[in-house]
């Protein structure tokens, strides 16, 4: 990590934002900022990759209180991955729109559809201004 780090810095790369996929990543990325952080700015993302959505609720009794940490400056990952379906699309639905709900911060978003007409273009995922959305479809 340091190595990357340190080669980061001497191309001029002035800030670094891990993302998190789940509260595992999100701790490791709060360990690393710890470590490493007197090398280069740090920052990290709070979110839940579709793949981890059935376990949706337990993430979010944690949210709140992760969200606070004034490294975490977006939410994501998250989002929809209909392709490979590893949790199921209700839950990916449901921990979407609990994503949604909770955003004031900007937002990473993953997005795997089925190409169902791409209906979500309509849908709230556009009231953010800062955002970076990634669609596989």
């Not at 929809?80 to 729109?97: G, P, W």
Request: charged fraction near 20%.
């Amino acid at each position: 990590i340091e190595t990357v780090l340190l080669a980061s810095v001497k191309n001029n790369v002035d800030n670094l934002i891990l993302t998190s996929t789940d509260t595992q990543t999100y701790y490791r990325n709060i360990e690393i900022i710890e470590k490493y952080g007197h090398i280069c700015n740090m920052s990290t993302t709070l979110g839940l990759h579709p793949h981890h959505a059935d376990k949706y609720k337990s993430f979010f009794t944690k949210f709140d209180d992760l969200i606070k940490n004034p490294k975490v400056i977006s939410i994501g990952e998250f989002g929809l991955d209909y392709f490979r379906m590893i949790s199921s699309k209700e839950n990916q639905l449901a921990a979407m729109n609990l994503f949604l709900e909770k955003s004031s911060f900007p937002s990473v978003r993953n997005t795997f559809l089925t190409c169902e007409g791409n209906s979500f273009l309509n849908s709230p995922w556009f009231k953010f201004k800062r955002t970076v959305i990634s669609n596989f479809c």
